[in-house]
């Protein structure tokens, strides 16, 4: 069974401040690899998107690597702001369709003006 | 519409009682799923939709849940006999690939159930 971990639960750091956020998997097996964002109250918002063939994506600040041999991933965010505060969540997909998605537990970001 | 709806935003149910949690995909999107998220914890699967078709249904808990899809556009997931452990927000997402593997997946804002 897949598992997801993501260290650490929570991070907080001053504004400017580069952000990075880990995600470790058990099964090496995934379709994919996705990031998302959660605000407080809300759904989540796809960020990035890797697949299992790829080793990196990039959008804007934000920069995400797999490496399924480890089984990690690893989120950049460049030049942190306060808008930027919200829980990140990895997940990997799994099974024919490959957004059968098994969720990390977040990490929960603030960052400080 | 534009995105991802679902309805009630909010419900409170007493214990015993049956909820009816409805979701409308993105038009056209093939397929559909639910999640169940517990506080502080990442969102867990429940079951996915191809069209009108249930092809997991792996995640659901206990038999007293219960998820239909028609006419492959919108969901009902139903909970018989609602518990206490029951109380979470239940997610719903779409995306618009008949094969996934990894086309972006759009969620809404979740169906937010507590049980008294």
């Known amino acids: 069974k897949q598992e997801v971990t993501q260290i650490p639960a929570a991070l907080s750091v001053p504004e400017g401040e580069n952000l990075v956020l880990n995600c470790s998997f058990t099964d090496s097996a995934i379709y994919n690899l996705q990031w998302f964002r959660q605000d407080p109250g809300k759904g989540l918002t796809s960020l990035l998107l890797?697949?299992?063939?790829?080793r990196e994506q990039t959008s804007g600040r934000l920069n995400a690597s797999l490496d399924k041999s480890s089984g990690r991933s690893t989120l950049y965010i460049a030049a942190s702001q306060p808008g930027d505060s919200a829980t990140y969540l990895c997940a990997g997909g799994l099974g024919a369709a490959g957004n059968k998605l098994t969720f990390g537990g977040g990490t929960r970001v603030l960052v400080k003006p | 519409g534009a995105g991802v709806s679902q309805s009630p935003r909010y419900k409170v149910a007493k214990r015993g009682q049956d909820v009816a949690l409805r979701c409308d995909p993105i038009?056209?999107?093939?397929?559909l799923f639910w999640y169940q998220q517990a506080l502080g914890q990442g969102p867990e699967f429940l079951t996915y939709f191809q069209n009108e078709a249930q092809l997991d249904k792996s995640g659901l808990p206990s038999d007293r849940f219960f998820a239909e899809r028609p006419e492959g556009s919108v969901s009902t997931l139903k909970i018989q006999r609602t518990q206490q452990e029951d109380s979470a927000v239940y997610l719903c997402a779409s995306s618009d690939t008949r094969v996934m593997h990894g086309n972006t997946i759009y969620f809404g804002e979740g169906s937010w159930l507590t049980v008294v």
């Open positions: 890797i697949q299992s063939s790829q």
């Open positions: 038009s056209g999107h093939v397929s």
